[in-house]
């Protein structure tokens, strides 16, 4: 079962997802103090007194507003309500309370759920500050002062939490979980393709382009396995990242892809295969992930019986270093193929698990120098004694040598594709290191 879940709400820049980033002890969730920073509902894990749970950011509630985007953000922190087992709401002592505080009570009132009183900003520590009561008028009881800049009163915060949580369920194992980074350039349509894999609206979808600025995980389980979606801000040129916000959700997009075993790099099917697409993929090409290529947009495309093909080609040509990658053909919007997506995440993610034994490289390698003599430089040839698998997630072999520097890129090559031609690793890049005599093997 998913872990039990903690949602912060509250109206904007009151300080939730500096206060979320100081429970989680990481800087997960952007801070800035331009109101609305953070549009959708941000997951981080929180551990409290032995019991760990999900804490939940979420955009601020604008309870009456004209705003298409405020509105987004309140149906996000809504549906972060319904699936929360506790609710932190917090306020601005500085501020005082607000007629959408009143409005952001009452809806917290209506959902039945725990929920704890926050008033954030009193950073000062000793006699309680006066202007905390006249947020009993809420009517969610106790406010506890916090300062979500200095810490003050978090573990008051979180003792209710952890008191008001339902029993622990037995976690199950995250090994089997498969996280899958979906990356690509902004309005490509990643969160469109997450919600149609969720069925639900986990995230903002609008045509406005950089709708999503944070990296958000979605756990996700069907007939085919488990998973952990993560949707992210599309990234930019570095030229057009002009202010501080673009600038960490690129980071945390590179971040996204750091921790997944899998990378769905989506290309727009009117654009092709665009300069940023080749940064892109190329980034998740060289951080080792195994990837899919995933057209998107399918449906959009006038096709005759060779389109397809056509395109499959250019991918090819134009991403030449990741011929290893298979290409799905989808459009996010009416569901076409997307099924089809599971069966190859779960192939390109053991294929980048696959661990070949010594004596079947060998065997490979023998081979493969029999049909083509290693290169000579001055008459002196290339000699490989043996190679091994020193790991995988990508699969990393060693190729021990008389003289790495006769080891011609081109003979590298050569034996890669050798060894994909025997045991597939279809998806994933292959890393390979070259020793030579004496060298350590550590």
């Known amino acids: 079962m998913a872990k039990r879940a903690v949602a912060i709400v509250g109206r904007p820049n009151v300080g939730k997802s500096l206060l979320f980033n100081k429970l ?3 800087r997960t969730a952007i801070v800035e103090d331009t109101p609305g920073v953070t549009r959708d509902r941000i997951y981080g894990e929180c551990e409290w007194n032995g019991r760990t749970f999900q804490l939940i950011d979420t955009g601020g509630i604008e309870p009456s507003t004209d705003s298409e985007m405020l509105q987004f953000m309140r149906r996000q922190a809504e549906i972060a ?15 005082g309370v607000t007629a959408a505080d009143q409005d952001v009570a009452n809806m917290l009132k209506r959902s039945k759920k725990p929920v704890v009183l926050a008033v954030n900003k009193c950073d000062s520590v000793g006699t309680v500050n006066p202007d905390v009561y006249e947020f009993y008028a809420l009517g969610l009881g106790d406010p506890i002062e916090v300062s979500a800049v200095h810490g003050h009163g978090t573990g008051d915060l979180l003792d209710f939490c952890v008191e008001h949580l339902p029993p622990e369920e037995a976690d199950e194992a995250e090994s089997d979980t498969v996280k899958v ?43 085919h396995g488990k998973y ?3 949707d992210t801000a599309g990234l930019r040129r570095k030229s057009k990242v002009d202010d501080a916000i673009e600038k960490y959700s690129n980071m945390r997009t590179v971040n996204a892809i750091e921790r997944a075993d899998v990378c769905l790099i989506l290309i727009d099917a009117n654009e092709g295969v665009t300069e940023q697409d080749t940064k892109i993929a190329g980034i998740a090409h060289e951080a080792g992930k195994a990837c899919i290529l995933v057209v998107n947009k399918w449906d959009l495309v006038d096709k005759d019986t060779h389109t397809m093909d056509r395109m499959t080609e250019k991918i090819r040509q134009d991403l030449s270093y990741m011929l290893y990658a298979p290409i799905l053909f989808i459009s996010a919007k009416t569901g076409q193929r997307v099924d089809r997506l599971y069966e190859l995440i779960n192939f390109v993610n053991e294929q980048s698990a696959l661990r070949i034994t010594t004596g079947m490289l060998n065997n490979v390698l023998e081979d493969a120098t029999a049909r083509v003599q290693p290169p000579t430089d001055k008459g002196r040839r290339l000699k490989i004694y043996y190679m091994t698998q020193i790991g995988v997630k990508p699969p990393h072999f060693v190729f021990f040598c008389n003289d790495a520097r006769l080891f011609h890129f081109s003979y590298q090559r050569y034996l890669e594709n050798q060894i994909r031609a025997t045991f597939g690793l279809e998806g994933t890049p292959i890393r390979i290191t070259i020793r030579q005599k004496g060298d350590q093997e550590g």
């Open 24 to 26: 989680t002890g990481r």
């Open 181 to 223: 980074a979906i990356v690509g350039k902004p309005n490509v349509g990643k969160s469109s393709l997450l919600n149609q894999i969720l069925g639900v609206e986990r995230v903002i979808v609008s045509d406005v382009a950089g709708t999503t600025r944070d990296a958000i995980d979605s756990t996700f389980e069907n007939e």
């Open 228 to 230: 952990c979606f993560i």
């Open 81 to 95: 309500i319904q699936t929360a087992d506790v609710i932190i709401m917090v306020t601005d002592v500085k501020v």
